[in-house]
């Protein structure tokens, strides 16, 4: 069973326009979550983390979101830029173990 | 700053042929995984290290060994390989507490 979910494989966004990315997961015990970009050929790039004690963290451009009542998870991306174009993944992790969702892959379009 | 190297970048085997992929980290980090990534599965756990000299199972073990040769190096063994092998691997490593994965830039495998 998938511990995280990304329900949208993929979403295209005018370049300045805000990106958002959603999550949702299903064990309540989850209490660090994060964000991850991928470029094709390489490996996944930390992006952004928020522990369950807060729900909102930001860095630059990038802000997460987290509903513990929803176990809803959300990144957005303001303003979009065509660079952002990559697969995004959300994780959560319990004690030494990760789960990702599937992925959504961005498209910025300039 | 290399932070986690995979070696090799790319590799083709025939079905039943054996492999080891290399992992190595710079980070004095103490805990490493090993993922494989296919196509609308996201990144699974195959198995992790939560410290030199300790080993364990995670999502999709079968079919593979790990060895955790020293802090820096986990290495990830293909005993007789399937085409169901066929993936991308990757290899992370994390520092201790709420830290984030840090990633390698994958191993891409195809079995015939």
């Known amino acids: 069973d998938q511990q995280v979910k990304q329900n949208s494989p993929s979403l295209s966004v005018q370049e300045g326009r805000i990106s958002i990315l959603n999550c949702d997961y299903t064990n309540s015990m989850f209490d660090y979550f994060l964000w991850y970009k991928k470029y094709p050929a390489e490996g996944p790039t930390f992006l952004i983390s928020?522990?369950?004690?807060?729900d909102k963290n930001e860095d630059g451009r990038f802000t997460v979101f987290l509903n513990k009542s929803a176990k809803h998870l959300s990144l957005h991306i303001v303003p979009s830029q065509p660079g952002d174009s990559a697969v995004y993944f959300c994780a959560t992790n319990t004690g030494n173990q990760f789960y990702f969702g599937t992925g959504t892959s961005l498209t910025v379009i300039p | 700053n290399a932070g986690v190297t995979q070696t090799p970048k790319f590799q083709v085997l025939k079905t039943g042929q054996s492999m080891t992929l290399q992992c190595a980290q710079d980070?004095?980090?103490?805990?490493m995984y090993w993922y494989r990534q296919d196509p609308g599965m996201g990144l699974r756990l195959i198995y992790y290290s939560a410290s030199e000299g300790t080993t364990d199972k995670g999502e999709v073990p079968n079919g593979y060994n790990v060895s955790r040769l020293n802090k820096r190096e986990f290495s990830l063994r293909l005993e007789s390989a399937a085409p169901s092998q066929t993936s991308v691997y990757f290899c992370?490593?994390?520092?201790?507490?709420?830290?984030?994965?840090?990633f390698g830039n994958g191993t891409r495998l195809t079995v015939t």
């Open positions: 980070m004095n980090h103490n805990s």
């Open positions: 928020i522990s369950s004690i807060k």
């Open positions: 992370a490593s994390r520092a201790a507490g709420n830290s984030p994965l840090h």
